[in-house]
């Protein structure tokens, strides 16, 4: 499983509309493409961050979304559009006990 680890600094008065449009927007389209697992949003209140913790099957998967896909739903965040303040790959790894 590979994490793409996204970071933006958004102001606390906007946090939720960012959050449910995110779902609406961005949850929403990816679930269409193969190998994407889920997603987690993590608030810090005292940065003032919304992180997101994208879960993929294959780094292969996650990167077969068009960029024209990418730039179209960065497009209906519309007003809500964030930029990524940090951004992530992580591969997770299992070990036997």
Not at 30 to 56: A, D, T
Not at 66 to 81: C, F, R, V, W, Y
């Amino acid at each position: 499983m590979v994490i793409e680890w996204l970071r933006f600094k958004v102001p606390p008065e906007k946090w939720e509309q960012f959050i449910v449009r995110d779902e609406e927007v961005w949850t929403t389209g990816l679930r269409s493409f193969p190998g994407f697992l889920g997603k987690e949003v993590w608030v810090n209140s005292v940065e003032n961050e919304v992180v997101m913790v994208i879960r993929w099957e294959t780094k292969e998967q996650w990167k077969s979304v068009p960029q024209s896909t990418i730039e179209e739903l960065d497009a209906k965040m519309g007003d809500l559009q964030m930029p990524i303040a940090e951004g992530g790959e992580y591969q997770v790894r299992k070990f036997l006990s």
